[in-house]
């Protein structure tokens, strides 16, 4: 029996974009672990809104998490305030799991619409 590999394997970088984009040789395995947390947090909190995917870019200062939604008004809520709701609890979660405090401004979360969300499985 053969080894299995899944096919967006050798597609990821042609067709499809890559859903962690950071580089941090020293801090690669703290940051992965975050990520997966954070796609599971996320996914947990936002599974019933039609949520299609969950992208992670990080900088030096600052992480930037990209939610893309079917139905992104949603998430966003009457006068934003279902995402600034959402932002604090990642806060709160990201600082759990770091187990220290984050600096001033340091997640930006942006909601995008899915143009067609029936060619998202």
Same mark, same amino acid.
Request: glycine share 10%; charged share 35%.
């Given at each position: 029996?053969? #080894?299995? /590999?899944?096919?967006?394997?050798?597609?990821?970088?042609?067709? %499809?974009?890559?859903? !962690?984009?950071? +580089?941090?040789?020293?801090?690669?395995?703290? %940051? +992965?672990? $975050?990520?997966?947390? =954070?796609?599971?947090? +996320?996914?947990?909190?936002?599974?019933?809104? @039609?949520? @299609?995917?969950?992208?992670?870019?990080?900088?030096? !200062?600052?992480?930037?998490?990209? /939610?893309?939604?079917?139905?992104? &008004?949603?998430? =966003?809520?009457? @006068? @934003?305030? &279902? /995402?600034? #709701? *959402?932002?604090?609890? *990642? #806060?709160?979660?990201?600082?759990?799991?770091?187990?220290?405090? *984050? &600096?001033? &401004?340091?997640?930006? +979360?942006? =909601? $995008?619409?899915?143009? #067609?969300?029936? !060619? /998202?499985?």
């Amino acid at each position: 029996m053969g #080894q299995k /590999v899944h096919p967006a394997v050798f597609r990821t970088g042609i067709i %499809y974009d890559w859903n !962690s984009r950071w +580089l941090n040789r020293k801090k690669i395995k703290e %940051y +992965l672990r $975050e990520d997966v947390k =954070i796609r599971e947090f +996320l996914n947990k909190k936002l599974s019933k809104l @039609g949520l @299609g995917k969950i992208e992670i870019e990080r900088s030096r !200062s600052s992480t930037r998490i990209i /939610v893309h939604a079917s139905r992104p &008004g949603l998430i =966003i809520g009457r @006068g @934003g305030a &279902g /995402v600034e #709701q *959402l932002k604090a609890d *990642l #806060q709160k979660f990201i600082t759990k799991i770091r187990k220290e405090p *984050l &600096g001033k &401004g340091e997640i930006r +979360l942006e =909601i $995008e619409e899915i143009k #067609q969300p029936e !060619s /998202v499985a």
